[in-house]
């Protein structure tokens, strides 16, 4: 990976809106054939980011080339290398699913030729090949996530960008949208994608970028974050809302790292097991326990004090 | 599933700087396909309906009172204000409408923005697609009212394309408004109320501005309606015009038009960029 091209690099970026800073000054590189994701909670500045790579916002200050092409100056030769997803599902309602398909493909100037054929491979990547004459207002989320993102692939793109995938979907239909992403990242296609989930970007993502307030706060593949900003395992323990404060000087003691939530105290430890056994022998009995593996939300936690979801 | 080809070779970036704006005709039109029976319906009722209420029924009375208007039956004189009224009329629902829908409703210009068309090509293709269902409208118009005997001649049929001209200019101004709005709500009433029935009413209509109140006449000296209705005058039945005014006529249509495209590209590039 590491040889290959560079697609996008930014350096320094900078965009404000007023006195407010949404991305502050941030460098980043993403290669071909990566799958890259920007982790944060809303408002860390992911979408903004997005929104500048995709030529569809400027920038105020510092460096950003797509395919070699600054934004600013080449906004339809970037476009047309793109595909996006954004956030919220912008299909035209007054067209079926596969006029929707075909009229993409017409923005992107692809001849009736080209598309036709392209419409039944995207309606089966996208499991819509019986939805194919219904109207958009009719799908459910999944089925209109599916197919903004089969709408993204009708040019083929070189990278495809998708801000927040699986945010609103019930649990099967993001499975299913993983799958149909990961089929996609074995194709070759360079992934971008945005997400507060941290089991979406440690699924999907090659490596990670995470953000907070507009900055970046870590960089590395998921498995580099954990093992770089937390142990190998955590334990969950429950005292009751009002003991948890109590007890926590004491559980400080015997471990390098604990935090103290509303609702729970997370301790990290290579060794959760032993850890929750050494508890027992000082005569702390939590009212439950758990140990888990170290998860993003761990190394989240650690780097901002905060959970990804607020 | 095909060979993989990538953007890079499919894409053409010059056919879409060039070409970009009937993709977005496209679209408009696909969608407009699907109404055929009920735009064809209001089509032909519209014109039908005036054309016996005011056309025939106070056509006669002023026919038989006063020999016609301006030296011509009524019908005659009010057809290029009445194919002009339904230009401007067309082209308002045609650019108001997708423009709401696409900067707010389903925010489809996003989508078409995040592809090489641009937010001028977007608004160009809007207002293209607009003009063929004006020009669709005229004409089923300009028919009805040759079968009732309105154009005393052949010269009848100018009317349609100064009546083009009409939804031309105000669709192009009116298209920029409706992407600067953010209120749609009060947006339609507003329009319908304070600005088209106005203009319908003080562009010398159904009778010359002339025979206003001056007081009232300046409603007239800004709608693109007089203009275009006092063009069509002229050309279809020779209605006269100093040279002058001929000039400020098509100066004034011209304007607005330039103007209207003007800052509905500003109003479209802003709003995709925000």
């Known amino acids: 990976m590491a040889n290959q091209e560079i697609l996008i690099e930014a350096k320094a970026l900078v965009k404000r809106y007023g006195d407010f800073t949404a991305v502050n000054g941030i460098d980043f590189q993403v290669r071909k054939g990566e799958s890259f994701g920007f982790l944060g909670p809303n408002g860390a500045g992911k979408s903004t980011t997005m929104r500048i790579i995709a030529a569809t916002l400027t920038r105020t200050s510092g460096e950003i080339s797509i395919l070699g092409k600054d934004p600013a100056k080449f906004g339809p030769e970037i476009k047309a290398h793109l595909g996006v997803v954004p956030q919220t599902d912008n299909l035209d309602q007054a067209l079926t699913v596969e006029e929707n398909l075909y009229i993409y493909g017409r923005y992107f100037g692809l001849s009736k030729k080209f598309i036709r054929p392209k419409i039944e491979e995207l309606l089966e990547f996208a499991q819509l090949v019986e939805k194919r004459s219904v109207k958009v207002e009719a799908l459910s989320g999944g089925m209109k996530r599916r197919l903004t993102i089969a709408r993204a692939l009708v040019s083929e793109p070189e990278i495809l960008m998708l801000d927040e995938p699986t945010t609103g979907l019930d649990p099967q239909a993001r499975h299913i949208l993983w799958d149909r992403l990961f089929r996609l990242k074995e194709q070759g296609v360079t992934l971008l994608i945005t997400t507060h989930y941290m089991d979406e970007a440690e699924q999907l993502c090659d490596r990670l970028m995470v953000m907070d307030k507009g900055s970046i706060m870590a960089e590395d593949s998921p498995v580099g974050l954990i093992k770089h900003y937390s142990t190998k395992e955590v334990l969950e323990v429950r005292f009751g809302s009002d003991r948890n404060a109590v007890v926590a000087p004491q559980l400080r003691e015997l471990c390098d790292r604990i935090e103290v939530l509303p609702d729970r105290i997370l301790m990290y430890a290579d060794d959760g097991e032993a850890l929750l056994h050494e508890l027992g022998q000082k005569g702390l009995h939590p009212l439950t326990s758990l140990v888990r593996r170290s998860s993003l939300e761990d190394v989240f936690l650690r780097l901002t004090g905060r959970t990804l979801i607020d | ?274």
Do not use: C
């Open chain 2, 1 to 274: 599933m095909s060979v993989r080809q990538g953007s890079l070779a499919l894409v053409k970036v010059e056919r879409i700087r060039t070409r970009g704006a009937f993709a977005v005709v496209e679209s408009r039109l696909l969608i407009l396909m699907k109404y055929i029976p009920s735009l064809l319906a209001v089509a032909v009722a519209n014109p039908l309906l005036y054309l016996l209420a005011v056309g025939v029924g106070v056509g006669k009375l002023i026919n038989t009172h006063s020999g016609g208007v301006d030296g011509v039956k009524y019908l005659t004189f009010l057809a290029p204000a009445l194919l002009a009224t339904a230009a401007i009329q067309n082209a308002m629902d045609e650019v108001v409408f997708p423009t709401l829908e696409g900067f707010k409703w389903n925010k489809s210009f996003f989508a078409i923005n995040a592809t090489p068309i641009t937010g001028k090509q977007i608004a160009n293709g809007v207002l293209i697609a607009a003009m063929y269902r004006v020009l669709f409208s005229v004409t089923v118009y300009g028919v009805i009212v040759y079968l009732f005997g309105g154009f005393t001649s052949a010269r009848g049929w100018f009317s349609i394309p100064t009546s083009l001209a009409a939804g031309a200019s105000f669709g192009a101004f009116i298209m920029g408004i409706a992407a600067w709005a953010k209120n749609d709500d009060s947006f339609f009433m507003i329009l319908g109320r304070f600005v088209m029935m106005p203009l319908f009413l003080f562009s010398g209509t159904f009778y010359q501005l002339s025979t206003m109140p001056i007081y009232l006449r300046w409603i007239g000296w800004f709608s693109p309606l007089w203009h275009t209705t006092e063009l069509g005058r002229f050309l279809t039945y020779g209605h006269h015009i100093s040279a002058m005014m001929f000039v400020v006529h098509i100066a004034y249509i011209a304007a607005m038009f330039t103007f209207g495209i003007i800052f509905s590209h500003r109003q479209f590039e802003r709003r995709l960029t925000k």
